[in-house]
Antibody, heavy 119, light 109 residues
């Protein structure tokens, strides 16, 4: 069974940092591109970043460029999102999701980890 | 880049057909995917590549995409279908960005 489990969320002050992790299981992690998607309270889904299978290509939504870094460790079966210079508008539930190989959709999602940026 | 427009809400009686649209200029040239999200839960893929269904998704869920509008159709709507629905495309313009629609709240009357 495919599972994605996020961790690392919490309360942080504006300007602070957090590192989110995603632990996949039930599939060969290293052959899938992965994505982070967030959802602010009461709002819709917003794609944040994605990373190719070998980590060679990474892409970000403009609002997080230069502040967030997506990375992966295929040997450790882990996906990460390093979030620096956090702003109140980064408050959201952060989901990791698997990109459906060969297509451009997300076939499996974690349950999400909440991030609150507040003083 | 794409801006996907969805109606904020759609209401339908049980047993009827719900149609949720996702609009953008020439969206018919892209693959559109649809997600269902119930309160407090993660999104679930219900239709991909315009009209394909993942395993485990009922045949009542179908999709189409042509011209400037993609449509998610839910036939014989059940109370359990009440949820938010989001369309999604991959912006192939060169930015490698993913775009979601604003979401549609489906209410089963």
């Amino acid at each position: 069974e495919v599972q994605l489990v996020e961790s690392g969320g919490g309360l942080v002050q504006p300007g602070g940092s957090l590192r989110l992790s995603c632990a996949p299981s039930g599939f060969t992690f290293g052959i899938y591109s992965m994505t982070w998607v967030r959802q602010a309270p009461g709002k819709g889904l917003e794609w944040v970043a994605n990373i190719k299978q070998d980590g060679s290509e990474k892409y970000y939504v403009d609002s997080v460029k230069g502040r967030f870094t997506i990375s992966r460790d295929n040997a450790k079966n882990s996906l990460y999102l390093q979030m620096n210079s956090l702003r109140t508008e980064d408050t959201a539930v952060y989901y990791c999701a698997r990109e459906n190989g060969g297509s451009t959709n997300f076939d499996y999602w974690g349950q999400g980890t909440p991030v609150t940026v507040s003083s | 880049s794409y801006v996907l427009t969805q109606p904020p809400s759609v209401s339908v009686a049980p047993g009827q057909t719900a149609r949720i649209t996702c609009g953008e200029n020439n969206i018919g040239s892209e693959s559109v995917h649809w997600y269902q999200q119930k309160p407090g839960q993660a999104p679930v893929l219900v239709v991909y590549d315009d009209s394909d269904r993942p395993s485990g998704i009922p045949e009542r869920f179908s999709g189409s995409n042509s011209g400037n509008t993609a449509t998610l159709t839910i036939s014989r709507v059940e109370a359990g279908d009440e949820a938010d629905y989001f369309c999604q495309v991959w912006d192939s313009s060169g930015d490698h960005h993913v775009v979601f629609g604003g979401g549609t709240k489906l209410t089963v009357l």
